[in-house]
């Protein structure tokens, strides 16, 4: 494989050192991350990584003409926070306190390399404070430049997105993977407890309430996870011109 395509993706695995060293201090690299856990009894454990992994070269390729500096894919990132899911089984988990540093290694390794400017493009909710500490930490004492970009909140707001392993993640797979979805429940996980605006509330036991998944993931469409999907890619390729216009 080419370390590049016709249309001036670069693909960090596949470039040398010293290509790198070209690129870096020029590029916008951008880190797919995702996570490895149980997404109920009809959806593959590698969903998040799947649908981050896609997101982010599909917005990759659609921005590349557009863009006015190299872009650099990186690897996916395919562990992420998922301690809350480890009861259910299935699932391959950091400590939040790991992921973090992770994640700070991984982009101070980018500044190393020559690396200026970076963006995260996190697939799974349990990662959400994780890659905004690890970006702060690492603008803060290393210089770069470090976006965070969750991917499902590109969307025009829309209930039930992103939940888990439900309507919105079944429909895209089964729009991108059809193979990797087992008969999706048709009974509706769990309506969320209510909880007053302005408030987040983290409880584990509200995650032993439910069989792996929220909403209703047997109302999944292809079409729509394709719509969802491709509105993703559209809207995260204008953001990485954007952010490849800054200085």
Do not use: K
Request: hydrophobic share 40%.
């Amino acid at each position: 494989m080419n370390e590049y395509d016709e249309t001036g993706m670069f693909r960090w695995a596949d470039c040398t050192r010293g290509r790198l060293r070209e690129l870096l201090p020029d590029a916008l690299v951008v880190l797919p991350i995702g996570a490895t856990e149980q997404h109920g009894p009809h959806l593959p454990t590698g969903t998040d990584g799947l649908l981050a992994g896609t997101v982010a070269e599909r917005a990759v390729l659609a921005a590349c003409p557009r863009s006015p500096r190299p872009l650099v894919l990186a690897p996916i990132l395919p562990f992420g926070a998922s301690e809350h899911h480890l009861p259910f089984g299935g699932t391959l988990s950091l400590s939040v306190e790991t992921a973090i540093a992770v994640l700070a290694d991984l982009a101070r390794s980018v500044v190393q390399a020559g690396g200026r400017r970076m963006v995260l493009v996190n697939g799974h909710g349990g990662n959400r404070g994780v890659c905004h500490a690890a970006a702060s930490a690492v603008a803060a004492r290393h210089g770069p430049t470090v976006a965070v970009v969750h991917y499902w909140e590109l969307l025009a707001p829309a209930p039930e997105i992103p939940g888990h392993a439900g309507e919105f993640e079944t429909s895209m797979l089964t729009w991108l993977r059809p193979d990797l979805v087992i008969d999706p429940p048709t009974r509706q996980g769990p309506e969320p407890l209510p909880v007053s605006p302005g408030l987040e509330l983290h409880e584990a036991a509200g995650w032993l309430l439910i069989d792996g998944y929220t909403d209703h993931p047997g109302r999944a469409s292809a079409e729509r996870g394709r719509s969802w999907l491709e509105d993703c890619v559209r809207t995260l390729a204008d953001r990485l011109v954007e952010l490849a216009g800054r200085a």
